[in-house]
């Protein structure tokens, strides 16, 4: 069976692509920061009994992904999706990244976390991905991380830009090793990040990028892709 890995998976969109690659038949491995706390992601471990492997994993802590890279070395990936991530402050809190009431602190924590993290993730998973049939990195990215979007919401806005031009770099570098990565947008989903103004049910976000993984090819690593399959301008 194919094996997928899938970090940030206690909630939300990372929750969504464990519980449906599951259901597929796929062996997941679900990564967070507090596997302890995260009983929706054992309830469906236990339901799909042998499929899904909880694992920690924080982004922030470069030693738990090399704890756990170390842990999974002989283990083929066929796909890794880096789908943990931060938005910051909003809302209320919103003037916290913000033009003239930034609070800098969280800014680097939100890069730290949205570019950081993905990339040291992949350098230390990448041998598992080249050692699997598929060999693909997908970042999960957002709209807002492309210049043709205006909204000023500066710590979040960067670090996805910043993520994408790592997915396009990636690309460039990992083409000769047969890996294909690329960043997908997955919509405004209505997650604990998305907020209850969101649109989109996870069901439809995740299904959408799961088609785009299964098609998707050499040929076209480094692209940006929202979930309907537009590939988006950065």
């Known amino acids: 069976m194919p094996t997928v890995m899938v970090t940030g998976a206690s909630r939300g969109i990372g929750y969504e692509f464990a519980r449906q690659y599951a259901a597929d038949g796929w062996d997941v491995i679900a990564t967070c920061r507090n596997p302890e706390g995260s009983e929706y992601l054992y309830e469906i471990a236990r339901k799909y009994d042998g499929r899904i492997t909880v694992e920690r994993l924080d982004v922030l802590d470069f030693g738990s992904i090399e704890a756990l890279a170390e842990k999974l070395k002989d283990q083929p990936i066929d796909i890794l999706i880096n789908n943990a991530g931060i938005m910051g402050p909003r809302r209320d809190e919103l003037a916290l ?138």
């Open 97 to 234: 990244q913000s033009f003239g009431t930034m609070d800098y602190e969280i800014w680097t924590r939100i890069l730290r976390t949205n570019i950081f993290g993905p990339m040291r993730v992949a350098e230390c998973f990448v041998g598992n991905v080249e050692a699997s049939e598929k060999k693909m990195i997908a970042n999960v990215s957002s709209r807002i991380g492309s210049n043709s979007v205006k909204a000023p919401v500066f710590a979040y806005g960067t670090s996805k830009a910043g993520l994408n031009k790592v997915t396009t770099l990636m690309a460039e570098v990992l083409r000769e090793r047969g890996i294909s990565v690329v960043a997908l947008c997955p919509g405004h989903v209505k997650t604990h990040l998305g907020g209850v103004d969101a649109k989109i049910e996870p069901l439809e976000s995740i299904n959408g990028m799961r088609k785009i993984m299964e098609e998707f090819t050499i040929e076209r690593t480094g692209e940006y892709i929202n979930y309907e399959g537009n590939v988006l301008p950065f």
